[in-house]
T-cell receptor
Framework: AQKVTQAQTEISVVEKEDVTLDCVYE???????LFWYKQPPSGELVFLIR??????QNEISGRYSWNFQKSTSSFNFTITASQVVDSAVYFC????????????FGQGTRLTINP | EAEVAQSPRYKITEKSQAVAFWCDPI?????LYWYRQILGQGPELLVQ????????DSQLPKDRFSAERLKGVDSTLKIQPAELGDSAMYLC?????????????FGPGTRLTVT
């Protein structure tokens, strides 16, 4: 069965610090997608990134970067030079391509950036 | 920019009452999803529609929950009768097609409180 674990329930850092959010997943499929979503206090989920299981290249988008390692079943998310606007709950999610196409989310990590 | 619309944004109801939520997906999106997000947890899929057909409702408590998408456009999720444990955020999402390779766009959600 597919499962996503975000062991960090809450993280609090001071603005401009770098912060990494961990995500570990379980799946029996060899083909799957991994996602990160941001949920600000307003409630809607904002898509950040999608990565398929065949693409292990790390990705950088501005202050955001993602480290995908199949060997450890991890898909970690790093925010560099954090800002107060980054405060939100962040969710990692998994979707199996063949067995079940639905998104399975982790429990989320509440990130607070203090000024 | 096109968005997923949901109403109402907030709903307070007494247990044993009926409650309904409405979702209007992004125009042209064939796939529509309803998720339930209990406080402090990640969203969990309740039902997935492809056009007007249900693709997955394995997690929908069918004794009290129903969902429809009659014309393959907007959708209604109903709970009757509501129970205290139904208090949660109900999120609607849509994608161009079903499948992991298509990004899901989320609406702002309906926060339900059952008293």
């Amino acid at each position: 069965a597919q499962k996503v674990t975000q062991a960090q329930t809450e993280i609090s850092v001071v603005e401009k610090e770098d912060v990494t959010l961990d995500c570990v997943y379980e799946t029996r499929d060899t083909t799957y997608y991994l996602f990160w979503y941001k949920q600000p206090p307003s409630g809607e989920l904002v898509f950040l990134i999608r990565r398929n299981s065949f693409d292990e290249q790390n990705e950088i988008s501005g202050r955001y970067s993602w480290n995908f390692q199949k060997s450890t079943s991890s898909f970690n998310f790093t925010i560099t030079a954090s800002q107060v606007v980054d405060s939100a709950v962040y969710f990692c999610a998994l979707s199996e391509l063949v067995r079940a196409q639905k998104l399975v989310f982790g429990q989320g990590t509440r990130l607070t950036i203090n000024p | 920019e096109a968005e997923v619309a949901q109403s109402p944004r907030y709903k307070i109801t007494e247990k044993s009452q009926a409650v309904a939520f409405w979702c209007d997906p992004i125009s042209g999106h064939a796939t529509l999803y309803w998720y339930r997000q209990i406080l402090g947890q990640g969203p969990e899929l309740l039902v997935q529609f492809q056009d007007e057909s249900v693709v997955d409702d394995s997690q929908l408590p069918k004794d009290r929950f129903s969902a429809e998408r009659l014309k393959g456009v907007d959708s209604t999720l109903k709970i009757q009768p509501a129970e205290l444990g139904d208090s949660a955020m109900y999120l609607c999402a849509s994608s161009l097609m079903g499948g992991s390779s298509y990004e899901q766009y989320f609406g702002p959600g309906t926060r339900l409180t059952v008293t």
